[in-house]
């Protein structure tokens, strides 16, 4: 059969994205996906999204990586489908949809969209490192020279290292660039590779940044610079909660077309 597939990159994060409100994709198939994900023999993306319906929300977001298991909350995804959803005329400015990790409302204006993560209090501070969830496990790490880091090597080791081991983390690099500014290169589980932007991780990014006194307590809006562009994450801070967190950027239609599976 020949598979209607939509294709959304956000600052370089890409993904193929699939219609599935009427609940026809196998999404038991791991290696479907797989191959649906594969830059050579398929169509290529760092993970594929369906659209379904939701009983409480606008619509739902059902992940899964390049390696085809599903898996936890992508930020960039998310800003992703919620363009996604808009072209398919399913909201017009403002949009709430279920995903993994509970309900998030998003917003769009030209190709920028705002899309509230999750609320974070639990975060494990180290003498090399942060720890924390923001819909997906991050560590955060400080490092000099992040242009000539050997992201793929160090990120690998850490990612199946201790205390991570088979669960696995997704692993941020962070270099300070200015007062409330980071440059940020992430090695992603699932793609087991660098990718050129991580929404999960930059917000872990910020809201660490924030929580180590890298930035004075009074920001509030931190501007991180990836591989693919520049995202901007913005938080309260209640009682050591980090709250109405939202992560903003661009997310655009690449192309459509049809595949044989």
Known sequence: MDLHFYKYQGTGNDFVMIDNRSDFFPKENVALINKLCDRRFGIGGDGLILLENSENSDFKMVYFNADGNESTMCGNGGRCLVAFAKKLNIFDKETTFDAIDGLHYASIENDI?????????????????????????????????????????????????APYFQEGSNVNFVEKTGDSSFKVRTFERGVEDETLACGTGVTAVAIAMHKTNQVEKSTTEIHTKVLGGDLIVSFDVENDTYKNVFLKGPAKFVFEGNIEI
């Open 113 to 161: 969209i705002s899309l509230q993560m999750i609320n974070v209090s639990s975060i494990e501070v180290e003498n090399s490192h942060c720890f924390l969830d923001t819909g997906s496990p991050h560590h955060v790490e400080i490092v000099s020279d992040i242009d000539n880091f050997p992201v793929f090597s160090k990120g690998k080791e850490i990612r199946n290292g």
